[in-house]
Each structure stands twice: as structure tokens, then as C-alpha cells.
């Protein structure tokens, strides 16, 4: 078998990325029930230039994976708007996932599948991001009410990343 | 649906000053929402940032997909990470369908829902969380209390 045929084989087995939208119809349609309004934002996005190298910023993390640490409230599974503040030096170990709507088996064997946290840490360790916030936060993404995420969950996150000076934020979905 | 979650909480974030990169393994709903920075790895749902247990992996996709806070200069712009999740892209066939030829059966009947319950009670992993929670929230230095917001 020649290179070129070789790689003519490989393309073939690559499918263009899940479109969830259309299988969440597929799925609700199934069921009997009417399509979810997904949001669709046709204005620009807002921007705000990145201040510098990332070996010289602080680094926060929002994810939606349903995390809490033992000893914290775990979150419902009904639009839960609530969200959990997690110290950056927390052992892994202490951290759970909860979420309904994704196979959790990977994320409590090694939480670092959803939430970077020791990922980060080594690369902070070595240079490629200056430093991390004092917390990560994390909340339960599935939430249906796109209005409750706008009016309540995200502006009280926005005030948590200002009160701590954080220059750039990754946030992990599920 | 959290795709589309932190998409809304990224735009917001951006308009009060703070530059954001969203991490995405379900491309069309973070389009749809168009936050101002995206970078899709194409995974399944529940390993947006890595597989267990590989660290040195999990850090070179994490680090490749900050790279958009580096190089991407038009605002709603995407990221595509170049990694895949195994030689073959099989494992989308069965996401969010029935896992035989069902659907609608013969008999018209409605598919079985197989959707996990919408609790509105807190969900831990074990029971030994449930009890860690209630004893942290007696104790002065409650961990239950701080961080929600309600």
C-alpha cells in the first residue's frame, strides 16, 4: 500500500463534528416533545483585548460539570443556578461530579477530564500561564432557562472573577 | 446544553473587561451562541479538557487551546484543536440515539425515554458527601455556605 492511499483511508473514517442540535430534536421528537430554543446570538460577540503574555496573567477557571468538593452542597438537577467556589490548592481527590446529563465515569476516576485543575497547575509550573485565581467556580451547565443563566448565574460570576482581579478566564463546558 | 451556558456567561464576562476562551466539544451549539473565543476539541461530551489519567496529554491540549487568548483576533472565531479521540470516528454513531433500530416502533409507540430524572434535590456522588456537607454547614467555617449565592 502506497502513502497516498494510506491517508485517502484515514480521511474516509473521519466524521464532521456531532451536531447536537439536530440530535437533540431527533431525540425530543422521539419522545413527543417540541424542539428546545436554543439560543442563536446573530449580533458580534463583545471583546476585550487579552492584556499581555499569558506567562504574565492570572488565570481563572469556569466550569459546568455539575463539581462541588466533599463537604460543599452538591448541585439539584433542576436548573440550579447556584455555583461552588473551589480554592486552586485543592487536592483533586476531594473533588466530585454530579451532572445528568453526561457519562460521568471518566470525570470521577480523573476529574481533570472536565475540570483542568492539576493540568493547570503544571502549566503555571512551568511558565506557560502566570498564575492562577485564588478559586475556580463551577456550576451546573444544564440549565434550561436561558433567561436565569443571563439574569442570575452569570452576572454573579462576573462579580466573583472581578473581586478576584482576574486577567483571563477558560471556561470548560461538559 | 452547558455549552450554551458558558457561551452566555463568557459574553458577559467579556463585556465587563475580562477576555475569555471557551472550550468546546459540541462545535454547533457554541457557534449558535457565538462567544467571543472558542477552541473545539473534538471528544465526547464529559472529556472537554482531556482523558484520565494523561496528564502530559491533558497539559498539551489545555495549553494548545489557550492559544486562542494568543492568536485569535476577530471576535466569535473557533479554534480547531488537532487532536482526536480514537483512530476512528465511530463513536458518534450511537450519541444521543437509540442504542438498537428503535424510535418509533412498530406499534407507533414513543420512544423509551432514557434521560436521567430532573431532581431539584442536591445530587452528591456518595452518601458520605451528603454527610460532610451537613456536618461542614454546623461548624463555623461552613464550606456549604460559601460559594453559593442564592
Same mark, same amino acid.
Given at each position: 500500500?502506497?502513502?497516498?492511499?494510506?491517508?485517502? +483511508?484515514? %480521511?474516509?473514517?473521519?466524521?464532521?463534528?456531532?451536531? =447536537?442540535?439536530?440530535?437533540?430534536?431527533?431525540?425530543? @421528537?422521539?419522545?413527543?416533545?417540541?424542539?428546545?430554543?436554543?439560543?442563536? /446570538?446573530?449580533?458580534?460577540?463583545?471583546?476585550?483585548?487579552?492584556?499581555?503574555?499569558?506567562?504574565?496573567?492570572?488565570?481563572?477557571? #469556569?466550569?459546568?460539570?455539575?463539581?462541588?468538593?466533599?463537604?460543599?452542597?452538591?448541585?439539584?438537577?433542576?436548573?440550579?443556578?447556584?455555583?461552588?467556589?473551589?480554592?486552586?490548592?485543592?487536592?483533586?481527590?476531594?473533588?466530585?461530579?454530579?451532572?445528568?446529563? =453526561?457519562?460521568?465515569?471518566?470525570?470521577?476516576?480523573? *476529574?481533570?477530564?472536565?475540570?483542568? #485543575?492539576?493540568?493547570?497547575?503544571?502549566? +503555571?509550573?512551568?511558565?506557560?500561564?502566570?498564575?492562577?485565581? !485564588?478559586?475556580? =467556580?463551577?456550576?451546573?451547565?444544564?440549565?434550561?432557562?436561558?433567561?436565569?443563566?443571563?439574569?442570575?448565574?452569570?452576572?454573579?460570576?462576573?462579580?466573583? $472573577?472581578?473581586?478576584?482581579?482576574?486577567?483571563?478566564?477558560?471556561?470548560? !463546558?461538559? | 446544553?452547558?455549552?450554551?451556558?458558558?457561551?452566555?456567561?463568557?459574553?458577559?464576562?467579556?463585556?465587563?473587561?475580562?477576555?475569555?476562551?471557551?472550550?468546546? /466539544?459540541?462545535?454547533? *451549539?457554541?457557534?449558535?451562541?457565538?462567544?467571543?473565543?472558542?477552541?473545539?476539541?473534538?471528544?465526547?461530551?464529559?472529556?472537554? /479538557?482531556?482523558?484520565?489519567?494523561?496528564?502530559?496529554?491533558?497539559?498539551? *491540549?489545555?495549553?494548545?487551546?489557550?492559544?486562542?487568548?494568543? +492568536?485569535?483576533?476577530?471576535?466569535?472565531?473557533?479554534?480547531?484543536?488537532?487532536?482526536?479521540?480514537? &483512530? &476512528?470516528?465511530?463513536?458518534?454513531?450511537? %450519541?444521543?440515539?437509540?442504542?438498537?433500530?428503535?424510535?418509533?416502533?412498530?406499534?407507533?409507540?414513543?420512544?423509551?425515554?432514557?434521560?436521567?430524572?430532573?431532581?431539584?434535590?442536591?445530587?452528591?456522588?456518595?452518601?458520605? &458527601?451528603?454527610?460532610?456537607?451537613?456536618?461542614?454547614?454546623? @461548624?463555623?467555617? $461552613?464550606?456549604?455556605?460559601?460559594? *453559593?449565592?442564592?
Amino acid at each position: 500500500m502506497t502513502e497516498q492511499s494510506a491517508v485517502e +483511508v484515514i %480521511v474516509e473514517r473521519r466524521q464532521a463534528p456531532i451536531d =447536537y442540535i439536530d440530535r437533540t430534536r431527533e431525540q425530543y @421528537s422521539g419522545l413527543g416533545y417540541p424542539p428546545y430554543a436554543w439560543t442563536h /446570538s446573530e449580533d458580534a460577540p463583545p471583546w476585550t483585548e487579552v492584556p499581555g503574555p499569558l506567562s504574565e496573567l492570572r488565570l481563572g477557571v #469556569i466550569a459546568t460539570g455539575g463539581i462541588y468538593r466533599a463537604g460543599q452542597t452538591a448541585f439539584t438537577y433542576k436548573d440550579d443556578t447556584t455555583y461552588r467556589a473551589i480554592p486552586t490548592d485543592v487536592a483533586a481527590e476531594e473533588l466530585r461530579a454530579t451532572h445528568f446529563a =453526561y457519562d460521568l465515569t471518566d470525570a470521577r476516576d480523573d *476529574i481533570n477530564v472536565v475540570f483542568p #485543575i492539576d493540568t493547570l497547575r503544571a502549566l +503555571v509550573a512551568e511558565g506557560r500561564v502566570g498564575e492562577l485565581g !485564588p478559586n475556580f =467556580y463551577t456550576c451546573m451547565g444544564g440549565i434550561y432557562s436561558q433567561r436565569r443563566v443571563s439574569e442570575e448565574l452569570a452576572p454573579a460570576l462576573v462579580e466573583r $472573577c472581578l473581586a478576584d482581579e482576574l486577567d483571563v478566564v477558560l471556561l470548560v !463546558p461538559v | 446544553m452547558c455549552h450554551q451556558t458558558v457561551g452566555l456567561i463568557a459574553r458577559q464576562l467579556e463585556a465587563a473587561g475580562i477576555p475569555t476562551v471557551c472550550l468546546t /466539544s459540541a462545535r454547533d *451549539i457554541t457557534r449558535a451562541v457565538n462567544p467571543p473565543r472558542a477552541a473545539f476539541l473534538d471528544f465526547p461530551l464529559g472529556h472537554t /479538557s482531556g482523558r484520565p489519567h494523561q496528564p502530559e496529554l491533558n497539559r498539551e *491540549i489545555v495549553s494548545d487551546a489557550l492559544r486562542a487568548f494568543e +492568536v485569535l483576533t476577530v471576535p466569535g472565531s473557533m479554534l480547531h484543536l488537532r487532536y482526536h479521540w480514537a &483512530d &476512528d470516528d465511530s463513536w458518534k454513531d450511537g %450519541v444521543m440515539r437509540p442504542a438498537s433500530d428503535t424510535g418509533e416502533d412498530a406499534s407507533g409507540a414513543k420512544a423509551a425515554d432514557d434521560r436521567v430524572e430532573r431532581f431539584d434535590t442536591p445530587q452528591y456522588q456518595c452518601d458520605a &458527601d451528603a454527610e460532610a456537607a451537613e456536618a461542614s454547614h454546623g @461548624s463555623a467555617d $461552613c464550606m456549604v455556605c460559601a460559594g *453559593i449565592d442564592y
